[in-house]
Protein backbone atom coordinates (compact mmCIF):
# COMPACT_ATOMS: atom_id res chain seq x y z
CA UNK A 1 0.00 0.00 0.00
CA UNK A 2 1.51 3.17 -0.99
CA UNK A 3 2.00 5.83 1.96
CA UNK A 4 -0.86 9.12 1.34
CA UNK A 5 0.96 11.43 -0.39
CA UNK A 6 -0.43 15.06 -0.81
CA UNK A 7 0.58 17.33 -3.72
CA UNK A 8 -0.04 20.29 -2.08
CA UNK A 9 -2.94 20.93 -4.34
CA UNK A 10 -5.68 23.09 -2.17
CA UNK A 11 -8.36 20.47 -1.36
CA UNK A 12 -12.01 21.02 -2.42
CA UNK A 13 -14.48 22.79 -0.38
CA UNK A 14 -15.99 19.75 1.69
CA UNK A 15 -13.14 17.94 2.48
CA UNK A 16 -12.71 19.16 5.73
CA UNK A 17 -15.85 16.84 6.63
CA UNK A 18 -13.28 13.84 6.07
CA UNK A 19 -10.16 15.37 7.18
CA UNK A 20 -10.52 14.40 11.10
CA UNK A 21 -10.96 10.83 10.17
CA UNK A 22 -8.84 10.69 7.26
CA UNK A 23 -5.97 12.15 10.06
CA UNK A 24 -7.18 9.91 12.80
CA UNK A 25 -6.50 6.52 10.15
CA UNK A 26 -3.20 8.18 9.14
CA UNK A 27 -2.20 7.96 12.65
CA UNK A 28 -3.49 4.50 13.41
CA UNK A 29 -1.19 3.56 9.93
CA UNK A 30 1.84 5.07 11.23
CA UNK A 31 1.53 3.20 14.90
CA UNK A 32 0.97 0.11 12.55
CA UNK A 33 3.85 0.54 10.69
CA UNK A 34 6.10 1.45 14.18
CA UNK A 35 4.95 -1.87 15.88
CA UNK A 36 7.74 -4.39 17.10
CA UNK A 37 7.06 -8.29 14.32
CA UNK A 38 9.30 -9.73 16.14
CA UNK A 39 7.74 -13.26 17.16
CA UNK A 40 4.93 -13.33 14.34
CA UNK A 41 4.76 -14.58 10.89
CA UNK A 42 5.65 -12.78 7.90
CA UNK A 43 1.54 -12.33 7.20
CA UNK A 44 0.54 -11.53 10.48
CA UNK A 45 2.92 -8.69 10.60
CA UNK A 46 0.88 -6.98 7.61
CA UNK A 47 -2.55 -7.62 9.03
CA UNK A 48 -3.02 -4.33 10.67
CA UNK A 49 -1.96 -2.53 8.32
CA UNK A 50 -4.40 -4.14 5.42
CA UNK A 51 -6.88 -3.73 7.95
CA UNK A 52 -6.27 -0.10 8.18
CA UNK A 53 -5.83 0.55 4.54
CA UNK A 54 -9.63 -1.45 4.24
CA UNK A 55 -10.74 0.98 6.76
CA UNK A 56 -9.91 4.13 4.97
CA UNK A 57 -11.16 3.15 1.20
CA UNK A 58 -14.18 1.57 3.03
CA UNK A 59 -14.53 4.99 4.87
CA UNK A 60 -14.82 6.97 1.44
CA UNK A 61 -16.36 4.09 -0.55
CA UNK A 62 -19.28 4.78 1.93
CA UNK A 63 -19.20 7.77 1.88
CA UNK A 64 -19.64 8.77 -1.50
CA UNK A 65 -21.46 5.77 -2.63
CA UNK A 66 -23.71 4.94 0.47
CA UNK A 67 -24.37 7.83 1.83
CA UNK A 68 -24.24 10.28 -0.97
CA UNK A 69 -22.11 13.38 2.14
CA UNK A 70 -19.32 13.86 -0.09
CA UNK A 71 -19.37 15.52 -3.54
CA UNK A 72 -17.40 14.08 -6.44
CA UNK A 73 -14.70 16.84 -6.48
CA UNK A 74 -13.70 15.89 -2.85
CA UNK A 75 -14.09 11.58 -3.44
CA UNK A 76 -11.76 12.39 -6.63
CA UNK A 77 -9.32 14.34 -4.71
CA UNK A 78 -9.44 11.48 -1.86
CA UNK A 79 -8.59 9.15 -5.11
CA UNK A 80 -5.69 11.40 -6.46
CA UNK A 81 -3.75 12.14 -3.19
CA UNK A 82 -3.89 8.48 -1.83
CA UNK A 83 -6.61 8.06 0.81
CA UNK A 84 -8.25 5.52 -0.86
CA UNK A 85 -7.41 2.72 -3.25
CA UNK A 86 -9.18 3.33 -6.35
CA UNK A 87 -8.63 -0.40 -7.45
CA UNK A 88 -10.46 -1.62 -4.75
CA UNK A 89 -13.18 0.72 -4.69
CA UNK A 90 -13.50 -0.56 -8.08
CA UNK A 91 -14.10 -4.07 -6.99
CA UNK A 92 -16.41 -3.31 -4.68
CA UNK A 93 -18.84 -1.90 -6.85
CA UNK A 94 -19.45 -4.99 -8.53
CA UNK A 95 -21.46 -7.69 -7.44
CA UNK A 96 -20.08 -10.64 -5.25
CA UNK A 97 -16.97 -8.24 -4.24
CA UNK A 98 -18.83 -6.24 -1.77
CA UNK A 99 -16.61 -7.52 1.24
CA UNK A 100 -13.54 -8.00 -0.32
CA UNK A 101 -10.92 -6.96 2.11
CA UNK A 102 -7.78 -6.40 -0.47
CA UNK A 103 -6.97 -7.00 -3.95
CA UNK A 104 -4.23 -9.93 -2.78
CA UNK A 105 -7.34 -11.92 -1.64
CA UNK A 106 -8.16 -12.60 -5.41
CA UNK A 107 -5.19 -13.45 -6.78
CA UNK A 108 -4.57 -17.39 -6.50
CA UNK A 109 -0.37 -17.22 -7.47
CA UNK A 110 -0.26 -15.81 -4.02
CA UNK A 111 -1.39 -18.70 -2.48
CA UNK A 112 -1.01 -22.43 -1.80
CA UNK A 113 -2.44 -25.10 -4.14
CA UNK A 114 -4.42 -21.57 -6.34
CA UNK A 115 -6.68 -21.50 -4.04
CA UNK A 116 -8.00 -17.75 -2.66
CA UNK A 117 -7.32 -16.33 1.17
CA UNK A 118 -9.51 -15.94 3.80
CA UNK A 119 -10.35 -12.07 4.88
CA UNK A 120 -8.55 -11.15 7.88
CA UNK A 121 -10.19 -7.76 7.80
Known amino acids: MPKVRTHKSRP ?29 RKAEAVWPIFRI ?34 ALIAKWKKPGYEKLCCLRCMQSRDHNFATTCICRV
Open 12 to 40: PPGFELVQSTLDELDQKMREAEADPHEGK
Open 53 to 86: HHQRSRFIFDLYYKRHTITREVYEYCLREGYADA
